[in-house]
């Protein structure tokens, strides 16, 4: 199997500003996503999982092998789901219907969602994902896990690492997961619900 290769991002470095600066932009893909990249493609060669996707080391590996992949397959799909100009601010169709079934409304699904991102201790990520039947669950998952682990079908993620926000929002992490809405792309994560 190829190694793992860094991923395109679909934006210019600065197409996300002020919500994301490209200086952030540069150090968290630049920089981090590439050493998580190097690091597997290091780790790989004589491993079991040599010829595995990420989505099977993820849900299979443990330890370094494990960290690195998750924190690929984390921000492969952070990176993906923005937008500089998205074209419209909340979900339609099914994924809208799926949501306001599920927390009552947009706007309670965002509160919700934020809190969760506001209140995991350490460092993160927090989830909207899809289980089995369609319905949506939010979940904080530590380091490096994925909700693929729980068997979940994972759809729109905030990272709540230091490095996704720091330069541009010091330790303010509440205020920068209130303006990741504005970059959002819906499209995106609806897509991801529609498979």
């Avoid at 494990?66 to 397959?73: P, S, T, V």
């Avoid at 339609?92 to 965002?110: N, P, Q, T, V």
């Avoid at 350490?122 to 909207?128: A, E, F, I, K, T």
């Avoid at 992490?173 to 809405?181: G, I, S, V, Y």
């Amino acid at each position: 199997m190829e190694p793992f290769q860094l991923m395109t991002l679909p934006y210019e470095v600065e197409a996300l500003e002020p919500v994301i600066s490209g200086i952030t932009i540069a150090f968290h893909y630049g920089k981090h996503l590439a050493a998580y990249v190097n690091n597997l493609n290091a780790l790989l060669p004589g491993s079991p999982f040599e010829e595995s996707t990420l989505e099977e080391i993820v849900c299979k590996a443990d330890g370094a092998i494990l960290n690195n992949a998750g924190q690929i397959l984390n921000h492969e799909m952070y990176f993906e789901q923005f937008a500089g100009k998205p074209a419209k601010n909340a979900p339609a169709d099914a994924l809208a219907e799926a949501i306001i079934r599920e927390f009552g409304s947009f706007e309670a699904f965002k509160e919700e969602f934020q809190k969760k991102g506001a209140s995991l201790f350490g460092s993160g990520w927090v989830w909207l994902s899809a289980d089995n039947d369609g319905r949506m669950v939010i979940t904080q998952e530590l380091n490096a896990a994925n909700p693929v682990q729980r068997g979940l079908h994972p759809l729109l993620t905030f990272d709540v690492w230091e490095h996704a926000y720091y330069l541009d929002y010091q330790n303010r992490r509440p205020d920068h997961l209130a303006a990741l809405w504005q970059i959002v792309d819906w499209d995106v994560i609806g897509k991801r619900y529609m498979k």
